[in-house]
């Protein structure tokens, strides 16, 4: 069954605003990655953060991890019109990440 | 400078033929994978491999046969295709398994 599960499916705000998806997943990970893919294109790595870690960030990107919730939340500060795409989240279980159905993001101008 | 490359793009094809997917990765990464992405951007693995060897097979039906010529390359041969077989296919690579992955830019293949 599918491991992780992205909150909202769909999210629309409005340019320079901030995005915020959640991720549950229901198994214990050695660690947890967020990935974008933009319209017909392949997944970008964008960051991943260890079991035993709480927070990362990486320029706009916040990640949180709490592993007692079995969640995650990725927020985006000051969007861009660049940052439309879709986001997914991905555990690793048994030598292979399992993916979610994605967060489709849409920033409007 | 492509880091994950896959050919073809788009491949239209009718039922019951047989097609290849080929991808190369140049980053030097021992574990490649492919995965399908379905109409609903719900992506699965389907296989992994690493240094040529089989790690993972997902349930994926037997028509479906990846061969590893080396560590550097993963194509996916198709027989019989099925209307149910239209999705995109992703190859990615890893430099270990639960790394992050590089992907590819996708095959879209359509059955009809």
């Known amino acids: 069954s599918q491991q992780g599960e992205e909150d909202p499916q769909a999210l629309s705000i409005q340019e320079g605003e901030n995005a915020t998806m959640n991720c549950s997943y229901k198994?214990?990970?050695?660690?947890l990655q967020w990935y974008r893919q933009n319209s017909g294109r392949g997944l970008v790595h964008l960051i991943l953060?260890?079991?035993?870690?709480r927070e990362k960030h990486s320029g706009r990107l916040r990640v949180t991890l709490d592993t007692s919730k079995k969640s995650s939340s990725l927020l985006i500060t000051a969007s861009r019109a660049a940052d439309t795409a879709s986001y997914f989240c991905?555990?690793?279980?048994?030598?292979?990440?399992?993916f979610g159905q994605g967060t489709r993001l849409t920033i409007n101008p | 400078d492509t880091a994950v490359s896959q050919t073809p793009k788009y491949l239209v094809t009718q039922m019951g033929n047989d097609k290849s997917i080929k991808c190369e990765q140049n980053?030097?990464?021992?574990?490649m994978y492919w995965y399908k992405q379905d109409s609903k951007k719900f992506l699965k693995i389907m296989f992994s491999?690493?240094?040529?060897?089989?790690?993972i097979n997902e349930t994926v039906p037997n028509r479906f046969s990846p061969k590893s010529p080396d560590k550097a390359h993963l194509n996916l041969h198709i027989n019989s295709l099925e209307l149910g077989d239209s999705a995109v296919y992703f190859c990615?690579?890893?430099?270990?398994?639960?790394?992050?992955?590089?992907f590819g830019p996708g095959t879209r293949l359509t059955v009809t």
């Open positions: 990615a690579s890893s430099q270990y398994t639960s790394y992050e992955q590089y």
């Open positions: 198994t214990s990970i050695n660690n």
């Open positions: 953060i260890r079991s035993n870690e």
């Open positions: 991905a555990t690793d279980a048994s030598q292979k990440l399992v």
């Open positions: 980053l030097g990464h021992d574990t």
């Open positions: 491999y690493n240094n040529k060897e089989l790690i």
